[in-house]
Every structure is written in C-alpha cells, then in structure tokens.
C-alpha cells in the first residue's frame, strides 16, 4: 500500500514525526510537503494531496493542519474524496468501517503522535463493511 502525507505548517511537526516512526518500520510515506515550519495555506496542501489520491499513484493519504479542521474541509470539495477527520480511536474505526476513507486527517495542534499512529492502526486494522454504506458513499459520489 502506498501511503501519502502532508501537511501546512501547522501539522509540520507532527508529519516529520510520522514519517520517522513509520520510517523505522521500513513504511515509506510519501511526502508531499510542506517542508518548512514557514505559514503556508492548508488549501494548497488539500489540493495537492486530493490531486495525488484521485490519480490513483497513492492508496491512502494523511493529511494534518492545527486542528485538523480547515485541511478536512479543503480535502472534501474534491469529488471523490472522503477525508475523516480522526478526532478519536472510535471514529477511526468508523472511518474504515463505515466511511471507506481515502484520506485520514488529524490535528497538529490538537493530537499527539502516540495517539495519531494509534488511530492509524485500529483504521487499517479495520475492513469497509459495504453493503448500505456502500450506497450511501455511492449517493454522496453522484452529487457532482
Ligand atoms: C494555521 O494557523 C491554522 O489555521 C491551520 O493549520 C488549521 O488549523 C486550520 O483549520
């Protein structure tokens, strides 16, 4: 599986902390900045990052801002994207289980990488279920 982060400057701290945990697990994640603590703006970050999942170089994306909610927000006018801001490890299972999310997003400024990579876990640990949730993301993808 190939797996994408990025962030804004907001969420800097807490992807290079990502990349080198996973790293020691011989997880590359792909980095598609930003690469400074310089401020920069989340929708530019969203809009590279739902460019790279709808072109299907990617299975999975991360994506982080402060709070982790502008970069959502920014994430989902992308048709065909579903990214679950993972505020706690009950929603990350959710998110697989129900959401089928393609990108997985967290706050910087409000979460720790314990807890980050914890939830990271329990959604890759988990399986869509389909079926009636299976339709309703289908609803949600003929809205154009
Ligand atoms: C940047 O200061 C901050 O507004 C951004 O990272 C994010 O939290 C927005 O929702």
Do not use: W
Not at 46 to 73: F, H, N, P, Q, Y
Request: charged content about 25%; hydrophobic content about 40%; aromatic content about 8%.
């Amino acid at each position: 599986m190939n797996i994408a982060i990025a962030s804004d400057h907001g969420g800097f701290q807490l992807k290079q902390e990502l990349i080198a945990y996973y790293a020691q697990k011989d997880i590359l994640l792909i980095d598609l900045g930003t690469y400074n603590t310089d401020s920069c703006d989340y929708p530019d970050i969203a809009k590279k990052m739902a460019e790279t999942i709808l072109s299907r170089r990617v299975d999975l994306g991360i994506l982080i801002c402060g709070t982790g909610i502008g970069i959502s927000i920014a994430a989902n006018r992308y048709h065909g994207i579903r990214a679950a801001l993972l505020y706690n490890d009950y929603v990350a299972e959710m998110a697989k289980k129900h959401n089928n999310a393609n990108i997985l997003v967290f706050g910087g400024r409000t979460m720790n990488s314990n807890e980050v990579i914890h939830r990271i876990d329990i959604f890759m640990n988990n399986k869509f279920e389909g079926g009636r949730h299976d339709c309703r993301i289908k609803k949600i993808e003929e809205r154009k």
